[in-house]
């Protein structure tokens, strides 16, 4: 998001922290009363020790604090900046005209990728979480190597995330998608001023350099949605 005046960046910052805050609290106190009950329930839970009970509980916090900020920040941009709702809408469609184009598989792999951050931070977690309950069934582990082999556990399960990730930036690349897409782009530039032919439309230097022809086209559409719907109510 593009801050034009000091008080912006002041006022975006604040309510960055205060959904921050909030999330924090909340995530704090989620996981607080998620340990409490599971203790409660679940032997495994109860037996861990206070560190890892409070790693928990503060993993909480984190991820909800992030979530927080980040939906707070998005939710301050489209409040200032309403020029950009209408042109979020209109690529919302245009989106979902693409998504109903693809199969059920394509859509699952699309969706990974948009929360790709999200689906890390809860597999991380879960890894952890899970590799302790898989060990702690082992009754002939002291409870210190049951620690250090769930630790062993969930560092590989994330190794298997990452890898699941770099896995999704390979097949992004060979779509054109990916970190080498400006290299690709640039290639393709010089190949066809090499042949003669002349580019449709100028490449972006740099992601976002042509907002401002979407912005103007999306406003071009709601004015005329405006017209139309003026010239219906005074149709009736």
Request: aromatic share 6%.
């Amino acid at each position: 998001m593009k801050l034009l005046t000091k008080e912006e960046e002041n006022a975006h910052y604040n309510e960055v922290l205060k959904g921050g805050a909030l999330g924090t609290i909340t995530g704090l106190i989620g996981g607080a009363a998620g340990v409490l009950a599971a203790s409660k329930r679940f032997p495994t839970i109860q037996n861990l020790t206070l560190p890892m009970k409070a790693f928990l509980v503060t993993s909480s916090g984190t991820f909800f604090g992030i979530i927080a900020a980040d939906h707070s920040s998005r939710n301050f941009e489209m409040s200032t900046h309403h020029e950009h709702q209408f042109l979020g809408e209109r690529e919302a469609r245009i989106r979902n005209q693409e998504l109903a184009t693809m199969s059920a598989t394509d859509r699952l792999w699309e969706f990974v990728r948009k929360e790709k951050y999200k689906i890390m931070t809860a597999s991380w977690a879960a890894s952890m979480i899970g590799s302790w309950v898989l060990v702690s069934r082992n009754p002939t582990l002291t409870k210190g190597q049951k620690i250090v082999q769930a630790r062993v556990y969930a560092q590989g399960l994330t190794l298997a995330v990452m890898c699941g990730t770099a896995a999704m930036e390979i097949s992004d690349q060979r779509k054109g998608r990916g970190l080498m897409d400006k290299m690709k782009e640039k290639q393709d530039k010089t190949r066809l001023e090499r042949e003669g032919v002349p580019e449709a439309r100028r490449k972006e230097l740099y992601k976002g350099e042509e907002l401002w022809k979407d912005m103007v086209d999306a406003e071009e559409e709601r004015l005329k949605v405006k017209d139309a719907k003026k010239e219906k109510e005074q149709k009736e």
